[in-house]
C-alpha cells in the first residue's frame, strides 16, 4: 500500500485518521505543524499527504504553495482535511492544486476514496 504522511496538529483526530489508514494497510506518518510537514516532504516525500489547513507555524496554503513550487513534489498528491467550511478556502486550495477537499468531520468511506483518487492521480514511476 501507500506511505501516507498526515499533517495534523489535533492528537485525537490523528489518531483516528491513522487508525483509519493503517487498518487499510497504510503506512502512516505523522507531522504536527507546516513547517516540519513540509520538511517530511523535502527529505523523502511519501506517496500521499493529507494536510489540515489550519496547523502551526505556515498555514496549510503555504504548504501547498512551497510542494507546487517544487520541482521534487509538484505532482505529489495532497488531500485536505480541515474545519474551514467555506468557499473561500475550497477556491483557494483548489487553485493551487490539491487532490481531494474534505471537511471535518471525515466519514471513513468518504477518507479511503479520497485517499485511492489521490493515489490514482500520482505520475507514473513516482
Known amino acids: 500500500m501507500a506511505r501516507i ?4 496538529d489535533d492528537t485525537t483526530f490523528l489518531g483516528l485518521l491513522r487508525a483509519h489508514l493503517s487498518g487499510v494497510g497504510h503506512t502512516v506518518e505523522t507531522a504536527e505543524d ?3 510537514g513540509l520538511r517530511a516532504i523535502v527529505a523523502d516525500p511519501p506517496d500521499l499527504v493529507i494536510l489540515d489547513l ?5 498555514d496549510g ?10 520541482s521534487m513534489t509538484r505532482t505529489l498528491p ?7 467550511t467555506d468557499d473561500e478556502s475550497y477556491m483557494k486550495a483548489t487553485k493551487i ?9 471525515v466519514e471513513r468511506g468518504e477518507l479511503i476514496k479520497a485517499i485511492q483518487e489521490g493515489l490514482k492521480a500520482r505520475r507514473p514511476g513516482r
Do not use: H, M, Q, W
Not at 504522511?5 to 495534523?8: R, S
Not at 496554503?61 to 517544487?70: G, I, T
Open 34 to 36: 507546516a513547517a516540519l
Open 97 to 105: 492544486g490539491v487532490n481531494g477537499y474534505l471537511t471535518k468531520p
Open 61 to 70: 496554503f503555504e504548504l501547498l504553495e512551497a510542494v507546487r513550487s517544487d
Open 5 to 8: 504522511l498526515v499533517i495534523e
Open 78 to 84: 495532497v488531500v485536505v482535511i480541515t474545519g474551514r
Open 54 to 58: 489550519t496547523v502551526p507555524y505556515l
